[in-house]
């Protein structure tokens, strides 16, 4: 019986200290400001092939930005930074049902380390102020 009650106590415990790392894990996420790499999914597509689901490594954060009024043309002065690739690597995957004219090679970047930096649309989907 003191097997039992010690053996139940360490299952609450366990229990208690998993929900404890799930909170603090969440909290961390929503409160997060900087940049980090992240698992991300998508479905490639491209016309001709089927879709594939992709799962990856991408940037994802908040970076500090402000903007503040000058008297003088533009009339403001930007500091805009977005989460962004600093170093990639190109990968492939290979898509399924592909028309026998069309490649089923898709190409997309994997994340290896992110930052905080101006956009670029080269490597970036930018939405324009």
Known sequence: MHLH????CLLLLLVAGAAMVCVAVT???HG???CAVREFSFVAQKPGC??????????????HTWERPVPDPPYIH??????TYSRTR????????CQPDV???YHYPMALHCHCAVC????????TF
């Open 120 to 127: 670029s649309t080269q490597d970036t989907e930018c939405e």
């Open 78 to 83: 930007r500091h805009h930074r977005v989460c």
């Open 27 to 29: 909290t961390t996420l």
């Open 90 to 97: 190109h990968m492939t995957a290979r898509l399924p049902g």
């Open 50 to 63: 089927k879709g594939l689901r992709i799962t990856t490594e991408a940037c994802w954060g908040r970076c």
């Open 103 to 105: 490649s089923p090679l």
């Open 5 to 8: 009650r010690l053996s139940l």
């Open 32 to 34: 997060f400001r900087g």
